[in-house]
C-alpha cells in the first residue's frame, strides 16, 4: 500500500509517521504559456503538448512509488487548463474543484507578457509590486495559506492540479516564508512537486520535477 511505503520512507528521516505531504501538478503546455503571458482568470485550452504532457504525467502518478496515490485526495483548480490535466492524468473521477486553486488574478497585466509589462512598468516584479487592478499580495497570500492549512490538516496526503504562480506561492507559504521567495522557485507546465517533512519543519521534498517528460 502506497501510505505503508510512505512511512518507511518517512521512518528513515526520523519524521512523525503519516505526516501529510502535499503534491502539487501544474496544468499542461497552453498558448500562452507557452509565449510567457500572465494567463489569470482566463480560460485557455490546453495545447496538444499539453494533453500529451498530462497524460505522461498520469502515467508517472499511477505507477510506482505512487501507484495511483490510492485514497489520497484531489481537488483541482476549476479552469478548464486544470481541469483538463487532472482529468488526462486519470484523477478526474476522484477530483474536486476548489476556487482557492485558481491562478492569480492578474487585472490590468491579464495577458501581457513580462517585457510589455517592462515596457510600461520598468523593474515591475509581481512577487513584491503586485497587479493594479487585480488580487493584491495579502489576498494571493491568503488563498496559499488556506491550501496549506486544508493540507496539514488531512489524515493523508493531498493532490492538487493548478497553476504556476498559485503553486509557486503555496510553495513559499508551506515553508512559512513570504510570498516573494516565490520568485526564487519557477515551475514548469506539467511538472510534479512534493512539498513534505525534513526534522520535523516543513520542506521541499522534490520540486519542478519534469522527468516524466523526458523519460
Known amino acids: 500500500m502506497v501510505r505503508a511505503r510512505v512511512f518507511r520512507i518517512r521512518s528513515q528521516f526520523g519524521e512523525a509517521p503519516m505526516a501529510p505531504r502535499i503534491l ?15 494567463t489569470g482568470r ?13 497524460k ?5 502518478l499511477h505507477r510506482a512509488p505512487l501507484d495511483g496515490l490510492e485514497g489520497v485526495e484531489v481537488r483541482t483548480s476549476p479552469l478548464s487548463r486544470a481541469r483538463e490535466t ?21 487585472g490590468a497585466y491579464e495577458g501581457m507578457t513580462p517585457a510589455e509589462i517592462q515596457a510600461v512598468r520598468p523593474g515591475w516584479l509581481i ?52 510570498l516573494d521567495f516565490a520568485a526564487r522557485i519557477r515551475l514548469n507546465p506539467t511538472s ?8 520535523g519543519e516543513p520542506a521541499i521534498e522534490s520540486w519542478n520535477d519534469v522527468g516524466h517528460l523526458t523519460a
Open 56 to 60: 505522461l504525467l498520469g502515467e508517472r
Open 192 to 199: 510534479l512537486s512534493v512539498l513534505g517533512w525534513a526534522y
Open 86 to 106: 487532472c482529468e488526462l492524468a486519470g484523477f478526474g473521477d476522484r477530483a474536486t474543484a476548489w476556487d482557492t486553486l485558481m491562478e492569480w488574478d492578474y
Open 42 to 54: 482566463t480560460d485557455v485550452p490546453l495545447l496538444e503538448e499539453g494533453r500529451h504532457g498530462a
Open 24 to 38: 502539487l501538478a501544474r496544468h499542461g503546455q497552453t498558448a500562452w504559456s507557452l509565449s510567457g503571458k500572465h
Open 127 to 178: 512577487w513584491r509590486d503586485g497587479v493594479p487592478g487585480g488580487e493584491t499580495l495579502a489576498e494571493v497570500t491568503a488563498r496559499a495559506d488556506e491550501v496549506v492549512s486544508w493540507a496539514r490538516s488531512a489524515d493523508r496526503d493531498v493532490l492538487v492540479f493548478a497553476h504556476g504562480h498559485i503553486l509557486r506561492s503555496i510553495g513559499a507559504r508551506w515553508l512559512g516564508l513570504p
